[in-house]
């Protein structure tokens, strides 16, 4: 697939940190996206167009997907839903548990999330799928439908897509 050129240089900006968190990960940094205004303007705009009018709230996963997250409900003109790791919320109404690169965790999504409430995960990157299978299953605890997924990347060789299915992604590596 073809990309822009203000998605090239979106993906451009993106560095690698190889043993981080820890040895043997290729840690993803989209700080340096984030920081040029135009570049992020450009991924925000790309994760929307394809679910555009049909999401009613957008949930963003801990920690960076909040970040995105919260651009894409705010360009969509609609709410953000903070998917947060476990212990993080004062009222957690369910949580869900799953396995990811490097160990297991939790998170865990208030009740905001209604009976019908059509929901677009946005997240920063599509590893091993644990995270977004995980943020799927909580959102259908809660009620909620996923009309779609979107992540700025997904890390090809970890098989993230077998484990999630239709994913919308922006770069990949």
Do not use: W
Not at 86 to 98: C, D, E, H, T
Not at 114 to 136: F, K, N, P, S
């Amino acid at each position: 697939m073809t990309i822009s050129p203000e998605l090239a240089h979106a993906e451009s900006l993106i560095r690698t940190i190889p043993d981080y968190p820890e040895p043997g990960v290729l840690f993803r940094d989209i700080t340096p996206l984030l920081a040029n205004a135009a570049a992020l303007r450009s991924c925000i705009d790309a994760i929307v167009e394809p679910f555009a009018g049909q999401f009613d709230v957008v949930a963003g996963i801990e920690a960076r997907g909040f970040i995105l997250a919260g651009a894409v409900a705010i360009d969509a003109g609609v709410g953000l839903i903070p998917i947060r790791k476990a212990g993080k919320l004062p009222r957690p109404a369910a949580s869900v548990s799953y396995a990811l690169e490097y160990g297991t965790a939790t998170i865990e999504a208030h009740d905001d999330i209604t009976e019908g409430m059509r929901v677009l995960l946005v997240d920063d990157v599509l590893a091993t799928g644990g995270t977004l299978q995980a943020a799927h299953e909580l959102v259908a605890t809660l009620g909620g439908v996923v009309v779609g997924t979107s992540v700025l990347m997904e890390l090809d060789a970890l098989g993230g897509r077998e484990i999630v299915g239709d994913v919308h992604t922006l770069f990949h590596a």
